[in-house]
């Protein structure tokens, strides 16, 4: 077989499981499906939120990357040991039960990682950590919330600066890529959360903060293939920013990098 006519690298994406009219679907958002076929050269595989019928050790072995998607629900309290939620807040249990083994089993087979939004809260509570269930509700911090009732470009828009960790490993892709934070230390980006870290997990580096002090980025400390997570969204038209495109390539390089040093049995 040819170079050029090798299978793209395989990334999975978990679901979330979503009622559409009388039954729960499988659902995945199209903006991260393309993100990873476009920005990151990558075939996208929607995981389904099967919980404990997946082996997460047999799943990742058929993976070259794995992208964990933001999602309007939150992490469920007990998993981290937080107070019960406040009533009407949104649980996907059955995608806490896939995703959670699913982040640690890829991080010990150096299955690349990029987690976005839940994503990022995700791996902190996988690894150990805790979170903020109402950030805009803590003395002193932003409201990091968008604005639902306002058209979807107006909520996705850059609104504040995250400083980045000097020496990073985020900010070393975003000077590799050529992104507008490169040499800077600082970048703009959107926000749309109220879902936050608390308790840094053990493990989870720091690399980008927002002015109030909230955990906007970090990576697993040592890892052996990139291990990358943030709190905005880079997938929101990645191709309109050199931050985002920087960031997807870079994963992509990694998952091809991982697909080029192994033959691995494919579904």
Same mark, same amino acid.
């Given at each position: 077989?040819?170079?050029?006519?090798? @299978?793209? !690298?395989?990334?999975? *994406?978990?679901?979330?499981?979503?009622?559409?009219?009388?039954?729960?679907?499988?659902?995945?958002?199209?903006? =991260?499906?393309?993100?990873? $076929?476009?920005?990151?050269?990558?075939?996208?595989?929607?995981? !389904?939120?099967?919980?404990?019928?997946?082996?997460?050790?047999?799943?990742?072995?058929?993976?070259? +990357?794995?992208?964990?998607?933001?999602?309007?629900?939150?992490?469920?309290? %007990?998993? =981290?040991? +937080?107070?019960? $939620?406040?009533?009407?807040?949104?649980?996907?249990?059955?995608?806490?039960?896939?995703?959670?083994?699913?982040?640690? %089993?890829? *991080?010990? #087979?150096?299955?690349?990682?990029?987690?976005?939004?839940?994503?990022?809260?995700?791996?902190?509570?996988?690894?150990?950590?805790?979170?903020?269930?109402?950030?805009?509700?803590?003395?002193?911090?932003?409201?990091?919330?968008?604005?639902?009732?306002? @058209?979807?470009?107006?909520? =996705?828009?850059?609104?504040?600066?995250?400083?980045?960790?000097?020496?990073?490993?985020?900010?070393?892709?975003?000077?590799?890529?050529?992104?507008?934070?490169?040499?800077?230390? &600082?970048?703009?980006?959107?926000? *749309?959360? #109220?879902?936050?870290?608390?308790?840094?997990?053990?493990?989870?580096?720091?690399?980008?903060?927002? @002015?109030?002090?909230? *955990? &906007?980025?970090? $990576?697993?400390?040592? #890892?052996? %293939?990139? %291990?990358?997570?943030?709190?905005?969204? @880079?997938?929101?038209?990645?191709?309109?920013?050199?931050?985002?495109?920087?960031?997807?390539?870079?994963?992509?390089?990694?998952? #091809?990098?991982?697909?080029?040093?192994? &033959?691995?049995?494919?579904?």
């Amino acid at each position: 077989m040819s170079a050029a006519s090798k @299978p793209l !690298p395989l990334v999975g *994406i978990p679901a979330c499981i979503r009622p559409l009219g009388h039954h729960p679907f499988h659902i995945a958002g199209d903006k =991260y499906i393309r993100a990873v $076929s476009d920005g990151a050269g990558a075939l996208p595989m929607v995981i !389904p939120a099967l919980g404990g019928s997946l082996d997460p050790e047999e799943l990742v072995a058929r993976l070259d +990357g794995l992208l964990v998607t933001g999602s309007p629900s939150n992490v469920e309290p %007990a998993r =981290y040991g +937080g107070p019960a $939620s406040v009533a009407g807040t949104l649980h996907d249990p059955e995608r806490d039960a896939t995703t959670l083994p699913l982040i640690r %089993a890829a *991080i010990a #087979a150096a299955v690349p990682v990029l987690a976005i939004c839940r994503g990022i809260q995700e791996l902190n509570v996988a690894l150990g950590g805790t979170l903020h269930q109402r950030v805009q509700e803590l003395p002193g911090r932003l409201d990091h919330r968008a604005d639902d009732s306002r @058209p979807v470009e107006e909520q =996705y828009a850059k609104v504040h600066p995250v400083r980045l960790t000097p020496g990073g490993v985020l900010a070393g892709i975003l000077d590799d890529g050529a992104g507008n934070g490169a040499g800077t230390g &600082e970048i703009r980006v959107n926000s *749309i959360h #109220a879902q936050a870290i608390d308790r840094l997990a053990d493990g989870l580096s720091i690399e980008a903060v927002a @002015p109030d002090g909230i *955990i &906007e980025a970090v $990576s697993v400390t040592g #890892a052996a %293939a990139f %291990a990358l997570a943030v709190q905005w969204h @880079p997938e929101w038209r990645f191709r309109e920013c050199p931050d985002s495109t920087a960031l997807f390539r870079a994963f992509g390089a990694a998952c #091809a990098n991982r697909a080029r040093r192994a &033959e691995r049995p494919r579904a």
